[in-house]
Nanobody
Framework: QVQLQESGGGLVQAGGSLRLSCTASGRTFASYAMAWFRQAPGKEREFVAAISRYSAIYCADSVKGRFTISRDNAKNTVYLQMNALKPEDTAVYYC?????????????????WGQGTLVTVSS
């Protein structure tokens, strides 16, 4: 089983960019579907983006055209490039991994979760 560690969160002004990274331990990273979720204060956790082991990509409508998910299997890392950030993007962002075929429903109940990284977008 992999373990996940997110990094790259921080404070940014509206319109700015951040790149989140999620690095996995273990040698089976390439066989895992990966996803990013976020949870804003007082709200439920929501899906942001996912990438399959074959690099098929799904994105939430709220971030399409602004956020891009990618993976580098040689570095055991999945990225979330976030551009044109808005105050409503403020949340703790979590990385998730699951060895099953990728569906959003599967990733909501992913086998492995990171501890999260805080993104704060000021207006």
């Amino acid at each position: 089983q992999v373990q996940l560690q997110e990094s790259g969160g921080g404070l940014v002004q509206a319109g700015g960019s951040l790149r989140l990274s999620c690095t996995a331990s273990g040698r089976t990273f390439a066989s895992y579907a990966m996803a990013w979720f976020r949870q804003a204060p007082g709200k439920e956790r929501e899906f942001v983006a996912a990438i399959s082991r074959y690099s098929a990509i799904y994105c939430a409508d709220s971030v399409k055209g602004r956020f891009t998910i990618s993976r580098d299997n040689a570095k055991n890392t999945v990225y979330l490039q976030m551009n044109a950030l808005k105050p409503e993007d403020t949340a703790v962002y979590y990385c998730a991994a699951d060895p099953r075929p990728l569906t959003i429903a599967t990733m909501r109940n992913a086998e492995v979760w990171g501890q999260g990284t805080l993104v704060t977008v000021s207006s």
